[in-house]
């Protein structure tokens, strides 16, 4: 195999450096251990605002620039198929994270281009889209299903999910990574006026599937003696960002969203505990993140979250299950301690990103064109 042909194309993010979301990071940590492997990396980015498309480099990897002029949804349809068409002109390995506009990936196929997919979580089931949009999604949960050379699955639970679309064969499971985080400035934390170990974290979208109301509820059900610092935006128009918000004694905090890694690394690395309430996905990254900042963790009582965290969280199913956990944290703070230890090993055993880029990188070179 020569140098030049391991060559890779990445799909399906909005591109690199990452600035939105677990795939765009995911694609960042890929695609740099892959050009220091010698590879040759292409990703295709979105760029707002209308123009030709364009290419440039960024720290070995070479980006693909398409402008979409479109917003929401819509942009993100466009730019898939506008990526989809430039790399069906090459005949280099694609990987294309998620299944959203999997359809598209017809092409690649028609064109005998080899294609792994990374199949994210279930979206379709998610309460919060009506039933065009859990349509359309579970359309192209098959589509991806059928057109994917190979499948790639972050959670075990996944990989059942889509086995009943599938044989298993063709799936291979590689969780998420994420940072070891050993230190972290109390600067940040000291800032919004908190005080570090007095407060847990909880950051996530503020959907009915997170939780959210429930941890808000529970943790309110009595003074706890320390703070419940809710990161994400909460709109006055929404009704559960309302009913939320109504919830919150005084000892909770909204500190809207902060995208500041720097920050987001403090609050996790100084928090007491990580409150982590999904209910459904695979391996969320906020939680492999969490474990990776040594944190001690609380979390909805699901299929996937076990799987993650193992016996050492301490889970809820409901409001006063929560107000459970936080009474037992309460008075046994030894048990954070305990939870904080397991976290890191089971961080170390699974999630640290050299051991899930080695298994990418196995899974890719047996893909790449003869």
Known sequence: MTLRSKTLRILGTRGVPAAHGGFETFAE???????????????YCQDDGVGPVFEDTWLGVERVHIPVAQDGPKGTIVFDWQATAHAAKHQDLCLTLGYNTA?????LRLK?????????????????????????????????????????ADHPQIKVHLSSRVRAHKITMIPYGADAVRTAPTGPVTTLGLEPGKFLTVIARAEPENSLLEIVSGFSAKVRGMQLVVLGNYAEDNVYHRAVKAAASSEVRFVGAIY?????????????AYVHGHQVGGTNPSLVEALGAGNAVVAHDNRFNRWVVGDGAMYFKDAHSFSDCMDTLIRHPDALTRLRQHGQ????????????LQQYESLLIHYLPS
Not at 113 to 142: C, H, Q, T
Not at 260 to 272: G, I, N, Y
């Open 103 to 107: 359809v598209f990936c017809a092409l």
């Open 112 to 152: 005998g281009i080899p294609n792994l997919i990374n199949m994210d979580g279930i979206e379709w089931s998610r309460r919060k889209w009506g039933p065009v949009a859990k349509l359309w999604f579970w359309l192209n949960d098959w589509a991806g299903c059928w057109l994917g050379n190979h499948l790639v």
């Open 345 to 356: 090993a089971r961080y170390g055993d699974a999630f640290t990103w050299e051991h899930v």
């Open 260 to 272: 500041d890694k720097t920050v987001v690394q403090a609050l996790r690395f100084h928090s007491a």
């Open 29 to 43: 940590y890929l695609s740099l251990y892959l050009v220091a492997n010698g590879w040759r990396v292409v990703v």
